[in-house]
Structure formats: structure tokens, C-alpha cells
């Protein structure tokens, strides 16, 4: 009898073991798991920035030919020239300029930029990079590409990282008022709610030139 209730018991808590050790999950998430562990980011987003981006750049409009055309007609502004991978007023615009900082501060250069008879001045982000404006003003990303969000919006949150660690540094370490810069970038704009008096441009590169 006791050699029975000794067999029992060993029996029982070996079940009990045994089932505390199994759990179950969705398919759904054990393939998303997979997928991101195999996505490799950091290289997505430098091969983007390298490879793919200049192409775009190089027909990237200059910001006062921009907000010229955004002033006059808008909807040809953002038909023409703008992209966005939702359906929504938020898009994204690739822009290039040529100016003089007129101010420095913690987070931002300003930049008095002419071009011809017009003349304005561009807040450029020195700080705080993020958001999808570079990953997406390009319309070079389709979004078909990636298995699952988490690592579409990684690519967005690598691409930041770069330019905060690989363009911002060098030059605010050096830039100073009255110094000239040259910039590309994106410009994130609300098509239904347009705001053209404080334009933020969030560098791709930025260098001071002509010093």
C-alpha cells in the first residue's frame, strides 16, 4: 500500500511538471518571432541611406521652389512631389537647400535660405530625429516588403539612429552663426491643415560649406 501511494504521488507531481513546462502559442506569433529575428535593420537602413536614397535626392526640390509651389498649388505640391504609404493628410516631402544659420540652439539651426527673389527661413532638427520622414518621403519603401511592422518601423528607428549618431555630431561640433550650409532632407506637411510659417526640415546630410 505505501509503496502504491508512494508510486501515486511520483506519478502526480512528474504530471504536474510536466504540464507546467508546456505552454502553447499562435502560429501567428511564433512566425512573427522568427521573422524579426531574421531581419536584420541596422543593414536594411544603411543600404537605403547609401544605395537607394542619393538617387531620390538628386531629384529632391529646392525647400523655396517648395513652399513657392505650395502657396500657389498645392495640390500639384503634394500630387506631384510628396508620398506617404497610408492614406491620410500627413506626407512627406524630399527637400535641398543652400544658406546662412542665423541661429543656433539645443535642438534645432535655423537657416536663411535664397533661391532667386525668394527667401525664407528652415528650421533644421539637430536633436530630436524621429518619426518616418526619411524612411518614407523617398517613396523608395514599399511596405509589401516587410513581413510584419515591428520591422518595417525598425527600419525607421535605424535610419534615425544613423543620422544621429553619423551626420549631427560632426556638424554641430563646428557650425556657427553666419557660417553657409548645405542640406537635404524631409519635410513632414499636412495637406488639409497647411502650414508653411515654420517649416522643420529632418537633415539627411548637412554640412557647413564655404567657411
Given amino acids: 500500500m505505501k509503496k502504491s501511494l ?10 504536474i511538471v510536466a504540464y507546467n513546462s508546456v505552454y502553447f ?6 512566425k512573427a518571432a522568427a521573422s524579426s529575428k531574421q531581419f536584420d535593420a541596422v543593414a536594411y537602413a544603411q543600404n ?11 531629384k529632391a526640390m529646392e525647400v523655396n521652389e517648395l513652399t513657392g509651389l505650395l502657396q500657389s ?5 503634394f ?11 500627413i506626407r512627406f516631402f524630399l527637400v535641398k537647400g543652400r544658406g546662412e544659420i542665423t541661429k543656433i540652439e539645443d535642438d534645432a539651426t535655423f537657416v536663411l535660405v535664397k533661391k532667386d527673389s525668394a527667401s525664407q527661413v528652415i528650421k533644421i532638427a539637430t536633436e530630436y530625429v524621429f518619426g518616418n520622414a526619411i524612411r ?16 518595417f518601423n525598425n527600419v525607421s528607428a535605424e535610419i534615425n539612429k544613423i543620422i544621429r549618431r553619423d551626420v ?4 554641430k561640433a563646428g557650425a556657427k552663426k553666419g557660417d ?32
Avoid at 537605403?48 to 538628386?58: E, F, S, T
Avoid at 518614407?136 to 520591422?151: C, H, R, V
Avoid at 549631427?168 to 556638424?171: G, K
Avoid at 542640406?183 to 564655404?210: M, W, Y
Fill in 180 to 211: 553657409r550650409v548645405e542640406f537635404t532632407g524631409a519635410v513632414e506637411l499636412n495637406q488639409v491643415h497647411l502650414k508653411l510659417d515654420n517649416i522643420e526640415v529632418v537633415p539627411i546630410s548637412l554640412k557647413i560649406v564655404n567657411r
Fill in 73 to 77: 498649388n498645392p495640390k500639384e505640391a
Fill in 48 to 58: 537605403y541611406l547609401v544605395k537607394k536614397l542619393p538617387v531620390a535626392l538628386n
Fill in 168 to 171: 549631427l555630431p560632426p556638424f
Fill in 136 to 151: 518614407d518621403a523617398s517613396g523608395l519603401i514599399n511596405i509589401n516588403e516587410f513581413n510584419n511592422t515591428m520591422d
Fill in 79 to 89: 500630387d506631384k512631389y510628396s508620398h506617404a504609404l497610408g492614406i491620410g493628410n
Fill in 6 to 15: 508512494k508510486y501515486i504521488i511520483t506519478v502526480a507531481v512528474i504530471l
Fill in 25 to 30: 502559442k499562435k502560429l501567428s506569433e511564433v
